[in-house]
């Protein structure tokens, strides 16, 4: 049987937790056939979680450790701990639990606006992405495989200036680099939040390219699992737009994968860094 990707309401509306007090809530799932829950998805919904307790802040950091594997039938309870809350910036301390046992672990901080120095490295210079093709039309030709995994329809619109990981198996050498522009495939209302936690989702869900593509690999073909996961948003994110993220593989050793993303939008202002580090492995770790 075909499997359906959640759509981005389907994301967007799980990310949008379940408040049972001031610090407790639950968060609904996406199942899949291996009913295996999305890192990236539990992280974004850990930070929205934290995101409540913390009114009239926004999020500029988000470090998570994913400790085990859940159940993506059953819901996750999320118990946030008010570390601080300073003039400025207020830390949050996060635990996913399901069943009792602890699947993520976060730390998150929230900002105030504060001016200052202003600076970034500049945007790649890469082909507008109106001038790319959708990811389904690069990967027409291995439309046959796997039930159509490469063409579904995704959450979110992807083109790729450098071969996806599908396509890179069949070049003769192993690209260190990936760089897409993406954009949802729905309209999400403007919310700075929602913005980070979908910052989140994708960052979970592509950055894990770049480490695949260096050991000639797809997500299909070989055990991974992610291990951490950090994130540092910049400025606010415009889901109406293209967003450029440049991603890489800077580092592969005893059985784990470093990505790194740097995301911009049209404009050239850096919006996000990323980091996760993956395991790859006969099992679980």
Known sequence: MTYRSPSLSDIVATLEVDRVDELR????????????????????????????????RVPHSVHVYYVRAGDARHPVHIDVDVARD?????????????????????????????????????????PEPESLLPVQEQLAAYADEFGGHWVRRQPFDLR?????????????EPSPRIRMWWRPAEPVRKDEVLGCCLLTYLSGTTMLETALAMRRATPLSTFNALIDHALWFHRPIDLSDWVLSDQSSPSGIAGRGLATSTMYNRAGQLVCVATQELYFGKGRG
């Open 160 to 172: 790729y200036v450098d071969a996806p990981p599908r396509l890179a198996l069949d070049q003769s």
């Open 86 to 126: 300073g003039g400025t910036l207020s830390t949050r301390q996060i635990t996913a639990r399901q069943n009792g046992q602890i699947l993520l672990e976060a730390l998150a901080s929230f900002s105030t606006p504060v001016e200052s120095l202003d600076y970034q490295q500049p945007i790649p210079d890469v």
């Open 25 to 56: 809530f639950v968060a609904t799932q996406l199942d899949n056939p291996a009913h295996h829950i999305v890192g990236g998805h539990i992280a974004g919904q850990a930070l929205m979680a934290a995101s409540r307790t913390a009114p009239g």
